[in-house]
């Protein structure tokens, strides 16, 4: 009896790859801010201790969040699409709020791989990479 073939595995586009680049930068970023409130937590003179410990832990989860999902992207999930998306969508706002303010260098930083990461989001080889079908039914 004959079997099913197994399909063909994909290659990884480019675009994916400098996808989950910008979203471990992010990450990273994160895990930055983290370390900043942990020192002044140790600091002589904390401001509020609850705050600061609530900081730290908030960004390390959503550190670790954006992590899984720079994974999901590699592996050609589909599920990563859509926090990324919003997260881009979030840091471009900021962008725009930190320009208008007159800070242009923040802005700038935030804007350039928020932006590029939210075009790349709807490029056609991201889009096919994450909504593959394996077979009959799609199940990534």
């Given at each position: 009896?004959?079997?099913?073939?197994?399909?063909?595995?994909?290659?990884?586009?480019?675009?994916?790859?400098?996808?989950?680049?910008?979203?471990?930068?992010?990450?990273?970023?994160?895990?930055?801010?983290?370390?900043?409130?942990?020192?002044?937590?140790?600091?002589?003179?904390?401001?509020s201790?609850?705050?600061?410990?609530?900081?730290?832990?908030?960004?390390?989860?959503?550190?670790?969040g954006?992590?899984?999902?720079?994974?999901?992207?590699?592996?050609?999930?589909?599920?990563?699409?859509?926090?990324?998306?919003?997260?881009?969508?979030?840091?471009?706002?900021?962008?725009?709020?930190?320009?208008?303010?007159?800070?242009?260098?923040?802005?700038?930083?935030?804007?350039?791989?928020?932006?590029?990461?939210?075009?790349?989001?709807?490029?056609?080889p991201?889009?096919?990479?994450?909504?593959?079908?394996?077979?009959?039914?799609?199940?990534?």
């Amino acid at each position: 009896m004959p079997t099913p073939q197994d399909p063909q595995p994909l290659r990884r586009p480019a675009s994916v790859v400098i996808l989950a680049l910008v979203l471990l930068g992010e990450a990273l970023a994160l895990a930055a801010l983290a370390l900043g409130y942990l020192r002044s937590l140790l600091g002589p003179d904390p401001l509020s201790v609850g705050g600061a410990v609530f900081m730290i832990a908030f960004l390390l989860l959503l550190a670790a969040g954006i992590l899984a999902a720079a994974r999901g992207l590699l592996r050609g999930y589909r599920w990563p699409r859509t926090p990324s998306m919003v997260l881009q969508v979030f840091l471009v706002i900021f962008s725009v709020s930190f320009l208008s303010a007159g800070a242009v260098a923040a802005g700038i930083v935030l804007f350039v791989p928020a932006g590029t990461a939210l075009l790349l989001l709807f490029t056609r080889p991201v889009v096919a990479f994450t909504v593959r079908n394996t077979g009959n039914t799609r199940t990534l």
